[in-house]
């Protein structure tokens, strides 16, 4: 199971973008994070969406030390099937989509960022 979150809809975003590329994803969700709410928030939604996978789950969020981040690395230590990735961007969810690795997105990732 994928999770996306960022500041605002920016996961929903990501994934409606991702999906208009590569189709319809199954397996992957996404949790807002708006101005009304707290970390505890997010961590009740990461949670709840969770305990309803019996599979490893990878939570990807947009920045490092951003409440979104905060709250899956707080959500990680309580669940050992959990793994946190941050600089959530189209380019690697494309990448992951298309069957690479995580680490192999990660690296795809890195190389899309260039000045043209």
Do not use: W
């Not at 793994?83 to 990448?95: A, I, K, Q």
């Amino acid at each position: 199971m994928i999770i996306l979150c960022g500041h605002g809809k920016y996961g929903e975003a990501i994934k409606n973008s991702l999906e208009m590329i590569a189709g319809k994803q199954e397996n992957m969700y996404t949790v807002d994070f708006t101005e009304d709410m707290s970390v505890s928030d997010i961590i009740e939604q990461y949670n709840e969406r969770i305990s309803a996978s019996t599979e490893h789950v990878s939570i990807y969020c947009d920045i490092p030390g951003g409440s979104p981040a905060n709250a899956a690395l707080l959500t990680k230590k309580k669940s050992e099937k959990v793994r946190v990735f941050t600089g959530l961007n189209l380019s690697m969810m494309l990448s992951l989509a298309m069957g690479e690795s995580i680490s192999q997105s990660l690296v795809d990732a890195k190389e899309s960022i260039k000045e043209l």
